[in-house]
C-alpha cells in the first residue's frame, strides 16, 4: 500500500486539530481574561533506508541518507499569555491586571485556582467571590452595609460606612506569577491550576516582581486577534485541502496500476 496515503492522512488530521484550537479561540473572544492556545506539531517518525553517514561498498561515506517520513501529529497547544485590552465597567468589583500577575480563588474542595478573570462580586456574606461563587485568596468581606469600595492599584481593598468619612481595611489582594505560565492546566471556568511545569506560584502584592498593577472598574478582555484567527482557519483548510488532493492522486495511481 502506498505510504502517502497514511502521511496525507496524518496531515488531515493535524489539520483538524489546527482547525478545533482556532475554533476554541473564536468561541472564546467575549471571554473575560481569555488567553488563545495555538496548536504545535511534530514529524513522526522516519522509514530509514539507507542511513546517512554509513559506508559504502567502494569505501566512501554516504553523505545523506534515504528516508522517508511518516507525517505529522500535533504535540502540544501553547497559551499565549499576552495582555488583553482593558473595557471600562465601573463595577467596583471588576478588576483588571495589567501585568503577568493571577488572581488566586479557592475552589470548593481547597484547591488554589488561578485566573485572569476579574468579575468578582459580594455573595450573601458578604464575601468576595468570583462568578463561579468561589472565594478570592485570601478572603476578603465587605459588609453588606458599606456604601463604596475602593481597590488600589497595590490591591489595598477600603470600603465605607453610612455616616463615618474614615475608610475601612478589608485586606489586600495579592497576585500569582509563575516561572512558566505556559505550564499551568487549564480546567475551564476560566482557571487554571498550577503543575510540575508551571513552577511553584510566586505570590505577592500587586506591583512587585512584574505581578502588574490592579485597575479597579475595568476588565481584562480576551486577546484573540480575531483576524489572524481567520488567516489560521484559512490555512488550516488549504492544508486540509492539499493533503486530501494527495490521497485523491495515490488513489488515482493505485486505480491505474490496477488496471494494467
Not at 533506508?49 to 569505501?59: A, E, F, I, V
Not at 500569582?176 to 511545569?197: K, R
Request: no cysteine; aromatic share 6%; hydrophobic share 35%.
Amino acid at each position: 500500500m502506498m505510504r502517502s496515503l497514511y502521511i496525507a492522512k496524518t496531515g488531515m488530521d493535524s489539520s483538524q486539530f489546527a482547525l478545533d484550537v482556532v475554533s476554541n479561540n473564536l468561541a472564546n473572544v467575549n471571554t473575560k481574561g481569555f488567553k488563545r492556545s495555538h496548536a504545535v506539531f511534530e514529524d513522526l517518525y522516519y522509514q530509514t533506508l539507507r542511513q546517512p553517514g554509513s559506508q559504502l561498498s567502494n569505501g566512501n561515506t554516504l553523505p545523506t541518507g534515504l528516508q522517508i517520513g511518516t507525517g505529522a501529529a500535533p504535540v502540544s497547544t501553547a497559551r499565549i499569555h499576552s495582555q488583553g485590552s482593558l473595557a471600562r465597567t465601573e463595577q467596583s468589583l471588576d478588576l483588571a491586571i495589567t501585568g503577568e500577575g493571577f488572581f488566586r480563588v479557592q475552589r470548593p474542595d481547597g484547591i488554589i485556582a488561578y485566573t485572569r478573570d476579574g468579575e468578582f462580586r459580594r455573595n450573601q456574606n458578604g464575601d468576595v467571590v468570583n462568578p463561579a461563587g468561589y472565594l478570592l485568596d485570601p478572603a476578603i468581606n465587605i459588609p453588606a452595609d458599606a456604601t463604596r469600595i475602593s481597590i488600589s492599584d497595590a490591591g489595598a481593598v477600603q470600603y465605607f460606612l453610612p455616616g463615618n468619612p474614615n475608610p475601612q481595611n478589608a485586606g489586600n489582594i495579592q497576585l500569582t506569577t509563575f516561572i512558566n505560565p505556559q505550564g499551568l492546566e487549564s480546567i475551564g471556568e476560566n482557571l487554571y491550576l498550577q503543575t510540575a511545569a508551571s513552577g511553584d506560584p510566586q505570590d505577592g502584592d500587586p506591583g512587585t516582581d512584574a505581578r502588574g498593577r490592579i485597575s479597579q472598574g475595568y476588565l481584562e478582555d480576551s486577546n484573540v486577534n480575531v483576524t489572524e484567527e481567520l488567516v489560521k482557519m484559512i490555512q488550516a483548510q488549504r492544508s486540509f485541502e492539499m493533503n486530501s488532493r494527495a490521497i485523491k492522486t495515490a488513489d488515482e495511481m493505485l486505480q491505474r496500476i490496477a488496471q494494467l
